[in-house]
């Protein structure tokens, strides 16, 4: 009974300890999904950034063929320049997000043998475009299946996009 009646004070008191500590500070990421379809009534401009580390822009999606469809959401070059630039301003990162619910199959085409290079080209290119910082993969969903389809996703990826101090993947899995 003594130490259920303690233990709040212990995880309260190593929850202090570690947001004190620099250390375990310096690694901690704080993100925000910023999507695109609110984009109108949530402009750049009001979003406050100084808790986050991290802005991810949600999303585009792949096609089938490897091209990307950056207009499904509402994402737009306007959007995403205001975005990545006051993100930048604030001093935080902000990553495209390619994926949502029900991309599967979307994905196993546009990262299918025939259409991978295609597909990650355009990826990267985005990105570049864009000065977004990396990729946050949200394949939904992401079945055993398609694990080698995905690691090559990746692979393909990493070389092209080799810029100091971005980070280029956030790999949600299941």
Known sequence: MRL???????IVSLLACCLLS????????????????????MPA????????????????????DGSLNTGVNGITASYSNDLVTRAHNAGKKVLICIGGADTQIKFQ??????????????LVSFMKTYNYDGIDVDWEPLDAADANLFT??????????????HSRFLLPLP
């Open 109 to 122: 085409g546009a990262t299918s043998a025939t259409n991978r290079t295609t597909f990650v080209n355009n």
């Open 152 to 165: 090559n996703l990746v692979v393909n990826c990493a070389p092209l996009y080799p810029l100091p101090n």
């Open 45 to 64: 401009s009001n979003v406050d950034y100084t808790a986050l580390t991290h802005v991810i822009h949600f999303s585009i999606e792949p096609n089938a």
């Open 4 to 10: 259920h009646a303690s233990l709040p004070s212990l």
């Open 22 to 41: 620099p250390n375990a500070r310096a690694d901690i990421w704080s993100t925000a999904y910023y999507a695109a379809w609110r984009q109108g009534m």
